[in-house]
Each structure stands twice: as structure tokens, then as C-alpha cells.
């Protein structure tokens, strides 16, 4: 008598488990976004977030800058300190809002002299008294007017590591899909060598959006930018000035939990973990994680990838 095969059904998750042993499985690159803190308890909180993260040994972390520059000064500290005290590669944000070109171009090349290598190149949102995220932006006349400009302004100054952002449900501001492709390809042609996406969560969307870039010519990397998301309500407001859709289903796992907090956090954690199996399952090796300056649940979802702390170096292991 033959016996059936054994039926073995698993899930994305449990499937990344088996690939961290597998040799043909890779070890996956992540990076990690924070913002520059506003008080000395949110000061300890980031550096709380870089401790437990710096040991993944993330291939950069990127430092927000404000609307309309207004957190510009502590950013430039917060990227400092991490140069000082960390072996961190700071990707600093920088924008062309409410400055000239020469007050850019001096940023600039203040971080390649401070030992910054890599920029995240953006326009920015308007300031809070031009209306803010989602106002109507418009360029100083002594300024660099968009993200390509300012991007070519960067490698101007000094062979950075460029960064930009694409948009996967495209930009607010933009009328088509097709031109925010065209817009990547510009900032491509003016030296930008890595997209990160807008947090995103439809996968089809954001893999029918990589294809059409390719399909465009655009070979730089596109990295998956991954929010886990603890306050749905939070999300809501930020979703809609960015315009990235909430599926329903998402809604839904977190209804009727405005009160509980431990359970929008596992839920959390679930759901970014099994988006970034999935991704993994279809190519993609590099994930760039919003953390919101708290660590555990990027900390858990970068375990379920196969990111490991690494082991120091002979000479910090006899120190």
C-alpha cells in the first residue's frame, strides 16, 4: 500500500526561518531610518534605538530633516554624534525647501568634510506657514526647485552616495505614475544611486511598480521602505497626506483597538514580517525599515530575515 505524501503547508515566515539555514540563502542588507530628537528623554530613546540596531551592522541610517528645514540643526547633530560614537554610515537627509543654493551647497560640503558619505536627496514638504506636508510647494528663486536639482547640486560637491525617493502609488503631486518614473529616471541622469520606497502595503502595487521601472531602463536599486505600524490612527493621517492606501484588511486587524496598545504591536510586528518575507521570496535583498526611534520590532522583523547581530572584531572582543 503506497501512502500519500505528507501534506506541509507553512507560511512566508516560516519559510524565511528555513532559508537562514539554507546555503543558498543570503544574508539580506537593512538600513534604518530615525528622526533627530526634540527633548533629552527622546534623545535617550534614539540612542536606546541606535544601540540595540548598530549591531545588525545596517548598511546605512538615514536622519529626517523637517519640514522646511526645521529641524535642520538637530539633524546636523544627530548625524554628528553618530559619526563621533558609532561606526554607522549617517545618510543625511536634505532638502532644498526655504534655502538658497549657496545655503545648500554649503551643507554640502559641510558633511563631506565632517565624514558624511551619503545624502538622502529630497525636495521637502513646504513649512508649517506655507501649509506644511500636502501644502503647495513653490521654490525659492535663488533655490534648487526639486529633488533632481538638488541631487545634481550633491554630486556637484562631492562623489556622495545619493539616495531619493520613489513613490509606488507615485507621488501626490504627480499626475501619473508614469511621470514619477520619468522624474526617478531625471534624478538618475543627475547621479542618484539608490531609490527607498515610501512606506507601502500593497505588495502587488509596489512589485508592478518596480517592473515598470525597469521596464523604463532604471537600473539603480529600489529598497522597500517598511513602516511597522503600532498607532493605526497615526497611520491614517500620515497615509493620507502621502495618499498610500490602508487596505481594508489592514483596517480591520486593527479595529477596536485604540486601547491596547500590546496587541496593535504584535499585530504590527506580524504583519511587516510577513510583508517582508514575502518580499524576500521575490528577490528583493534590501529593506529599509522607518523605525519611528524605537527599535524592538524592527529588531524582531530583521530575525525573521536572517539578520543577525555580528560578532566584533579581535581587537573590540580582547578590549
Not at 22 to 44: C, L
Not at 110 to 135: A, C, F, K, M, N
Not at 240 to 256: D, H, K, M, R, V
Request: net charge negative; glycine share 8%; aromatic share 8%.
Amino acid at each position: 500500500m503506497t501512502l500519500p505524501p505528507t501534506r506541509r503547508v507553512i507560511g512566508p515566515v516560516a519559510r524565511a526561518g528555513e532559508r537562514i539555514q539554507s546555503p543558498i540563502g543570503g544574508r539580506p542588507r537593512v538600513s534604518f531610518e530615525f528622526f533627530p530628537p526634540k527633548t533629552p528623554a527622546m534623545e535617550e530613546n534614539l540612542w536606546q534605538a541606535i544601540t540595540r540596531l548598530a549591531p545588525l551592522d545596517p548598511a546605512f541610517v538615514s536622519v529626517t530633516y523637517g519640514a522646511g528645514g526645521s529641524t535642520r540643526e538637530r539633524t546636523h547633530r544627530t548625524v554628528k554624534r553618530i559619526l563621533d560614537e558609532t561606526g554607522l554610515k549617517p545618510a543625511a537627509h536634505l532638502t532644498c525647501v526655504g534655502a538658497s543654493r549657496q545655503e545648500v551647497d554649503e551643507v554640502i560640503r559641510e558633511y563631506w568634510e565632517t565624514g558624511v558619505r551619503h545624502i538622502v536627496s529630497l525636495r521637502g514638504d513646504p513649512p508649517p506657514g506655507e501649509g506644511g506636508i500636502g501644502g503647495v510647494y513653490v521654490p525659492r528663486a535663488d533655490g534648487y526647485a526639486n529633488a533632481t536639482e538638488l541631487t545634481k547640486a550633491i554630486r556637484g560637491v562631492a562623489p556622495f552616495e545619493v539616495l531619493v525617493g520613489v513613490y509606488p502609488e507615485k507621488h501626490p503631486e504627480s499626475p501619473s505614475l508614469e511621470h514619477d518614473i520619468d522624474v526617478l529616471k531625471q534624478k538618475v541622469d543627475a547621479g542618484a544611486t539608490l531609490g527607498v520606497s515610501q512606506f507601502f502595503f500593497d505588495l502587488d502595487a509596489f512589485l508592478r511598480y518596480v517592473d515598470k521601472v525597469r521596464a523604463a531602463g532604471i537600473t539603480i536599486p529600489i529598497v522597500p521602505g517598511v513602516m511597522p505600524v503600532t498607532n493605526f490612527n497615526g497611520l491614517k493621517k500620515m497615509s493620507a497626506a502621502c495618499q498610500t492606501a490602508i487596505p481594508s484588511w489592514l483596517a480591520n486587524l486593527f479595529e477596536g483597538l485604540d486601547d491596547d496598545a500590546e496587541t496593535r504591536r504584535l499585530i504590527a510586528c506580524s504583519v511587516a514580517a510577513e510583508m517582508c518575507a514575502k518580499l524576500q521570496e521575490q528577490g528583493f535583498e534590501d529593506f529599509h525599515f522607518y523605525t519611528l526611534n524605537r527599535a524592538d520590532l524592527v529588531y524582531a522583523i530583521c530575525r525573521v530575515l536572517g539578520v543577525r547581530e555580528t560578532a566584533p572584531a579581535p581587537a573590540e572582543a580582547a578590549a
